[in-house]
């Protein structure tokens, strides 16, 4: 732990262990200062604690803030000033997440009325605000470290932006983003930098791993990630899970609530608001060919594979690393993980039909990525007719996807304003040699 961590005058309860030794256990700044815990685990709540029935009865009664101070307030209770729960959550929730049904006792949960129009605004928004809270009154800056093949660049720049006491700097491969995506983090400015790497994506990886690694380096800065593994952007996701529930209408069905899948943070947040005492009886993993989550639930071991290209990109992971995290909240029973998460998978051809049809039918667009979470919703459906009332994700605006879409469906989307807007910004970005020693110095230059 760096000297900055250690000087702080923060909270020192220790409240999250990680997954790969119970015994090592850390405070809430150490943890979202971290990331990922030093013996490579994920960091999670020694005490899942549980929400009054008072306060899941009177859920459709609150707003989304409101749901979003208690919810917040539980899990950190002991770690943050109410004060401070309060301007994480509002800085957080700025946007609404509307549920629109799309046939009868099938409704899409809308997360994309953010920044970036994903639902990683969520996270990225709170994990900035947390850690400019953790950070205050320590003189140094934290120093973001994102490697991105587009989308987690844009999600973390725009949560970021002008957020104190944290810098943040985006490596990206030259010319292997889509001019959207790279308009989204290169034309903020002020504490967003972003460096154009003359290389591929592993190639930005492999330079921010090195950084961290590097001992001298991380003796003079403090370095950090933001990536989905880190509690500060795991952990908020679960809000809009009660929110969905709070503006469901009254029924007598079950609850099945269908997650579209890469690395299974936000599938792993719903379980957490499960298990908080959210009334959700079954959840749908959902996933594109990228199956090994669907495999392990239909049975098979947990085994990890490449990655296949799909036209649902954003869940095109063949180790997801949130998989331990899933395991764990059910206290590591994979009989009862099996029986509360069914597996489903579909390839492109399902996801192209499934827009289609949905077009034809309502004239809801749906993104690759929702398609799929609609379609194990669907498929579930089938199998326990009129049991169960059903939500999916909806995690992307389909004009983040605009040439599959437009290709799918064969019309021309327009760009949310928004969007709109970054297009009209100018590029600012330092080109980077694919050369660690140059990102070294880069580093120390600024510091
Ligand atoms: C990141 C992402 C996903 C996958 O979410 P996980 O939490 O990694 O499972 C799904 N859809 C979209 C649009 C995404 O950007």
């Not at 499960?274 to 669907?294: H, K, Q, W, Y």
């Amino acid at each position: 732990m760096t000297k900055a961590l250690m000087s702080s005058n923060q909270t020192t309860v220790m409240n999250f262990y990680s997954t790969n030794n119970p015994k090592h256990q850390v405070s809430l700044k150490e943890a979202v200062i971290k990331g990922l815990a030093p013996d490579q685990g994920l960091y999670m709540p020694i005490k899942i604690p549980k929400l009054s029935s008072e306060f899941i009865q009177k859920l459709p009664d609150l707003s989304f803030k409101e749901i979003g101070y208690e919810v917040i307030g539980t899990l950190f209770e002991d770690q943050l000033a109410p004060s401070q729960i309060k301007a994480l959550v509002d800085h957080t929730l700025v946007f609404d997440a509307p549920l629109v049904e799309i046939e009868e006792g099938t409704y899409s949960l809308e997360l994309f009325h953010g920044p970036t129009l994903a639902f990683k605004d969520f996270g990225a928004r709170f994990c900035s605000k947390l850690m400019s809270i953790l950070m205050e009154g320590t003189p140094q800056k934290v120093k973001v470290l994102v490697a991105t093949s587009g989308d987690t660049g844009s999600a973390v720049a725009n949560g970021f932006y002008k957020t104190p006491g944290v810098e943040v700097i985006i490596l990206y491969p030259k010319g292997k983003v889509s001019e959207l995506q790279e308009k989204q983090f290169t034309t903020l400015g002020e504490n967003i930098t972003a460096l154009e790497v003359d290389g591929v994506f592993d190639d930005c990886q492999r330079m921010v791993k090195d950084a961290f690694l590097d001992q001298a380096l991380n003796e003079k800065l403090l370095l950090t990630s933001a990536n989905s593994i880190n509690i500060a952007r795991w952990i908020p996701q679960c809000l809009y899970y009660f929110y969905a529930y709070s503006r469901l209408p009254k029924t007598s069905k079950k609850l099945a609530i269908a997650v579209p899948s890469g690395n299974f943070g936000n599938l792993g947040a719903g379980i957490l608001a499960e298990r908080m005492g959210l009334p959700i009886d079954t959840f749908i993993a959902s996933t594109n060919v990228n199956r090994v989550v669907p495999d392990f639930l239909h049975g098979n071991q947990f085994q990890s594979k490449p990655s296949i290209a799909t036209i649902s990109n954003s869940m095109d992971v063949g180790n997801p690393s949130n998989f331990y995290r899933l395991l764990a909240l059910y206290d590591n029973d994979e009989a009862l993980f099996r029986e509360k998460v069914k597996g489903f998978y579909f390839d492109d051809a399902d996801t192209a039909k499934v827009m289609i049809q949905t077009y034809q039918q309502s004239g809801y667009i749906l993104d690759p990525h929702g398609a799929i979470g609609y379609l194990g919703l669907r498929n579930f459906k089938k199998q326990h007719p009129d049991e169960y009332v059903g939500v999916f994700l909806e995690t992307a605006h389909p004009g983040k996807f605009k040439n599959v879409v437009e290709e799918v469906l064969n019309l021309k989307l327009e760009l949310p304003e928004r969007l709109e807007q970054f297009m009209k910004g100018e590029k600012k970005t330092i080109a980077l040699k694919n050369d660690y020693a140059e990102f070294r110095r880069f580093l120390e230059s600024k510091n």
